[in-house]
Nanobody
Framework: QVQLVESGGGLVQPGGSLRLSCAASGFTFSSYAMSWVRQAPGKGLEWVSSISSGGGRTRYADSVKGRFTISGDNAKNTLWMQMNSLKPEDTAVYYC???????????WGQGTQVTVSS
């Protein structure tokens, strides 16, 4: 069965960095686009970044552009997101999600908490 397991979250000071990982299994990782989506306390889901199947194209929300970098390793079935210059407003639970090929998400990880605070 499909599994997505995030890790790498934690508490970091403003201006710091974190690297999130998402270990994928149960499907052909290289065949599907993947995304990171976050949910801040008391707010709805916010799309953060996506990478195309095969990794050739990436997209970012304006709020993270220039600070976050999404990447994937098809050999390791792993999705990453390098987050630099973190701000308090980046505090959220971060989820990786598998796209279903039709513009929607069909599987989600359990999420990893990122807290940016001094």
């Amino acid at each position: 069965q499909v599994q997505l397991v995030e890790s790498g979250g934690g508490l970091v000071q403003p201006g710091g960095s974190l690297r999130l990982s998402c270990a994928a299994s149960g499907f052909t990782f290289s065949s599907y686009a993947m995304s990171w989506v976050r949910q801040a306390p008391g707010k709805g889901l916010e799309w953060v970044s996506s990478i195309s199947s095969g990794g050739g194209r990436t997209r970012y929300a304006d709020s993270v552009k220039g600070r976050f970098t999404i990447s994937g390793d098809n050999a390791k079935n792993t999705l990453w997101m390098q987050m630099n210059s973190l701000k308090p407003e980046d505090t959220a639970v971060y989820y990786c999600a598998k796209e279903d090929g039709l513009g929607s998400y069909d599987y989600w990880g359990q999420g990893t908490q990122v807290t940016v605070s001094s």
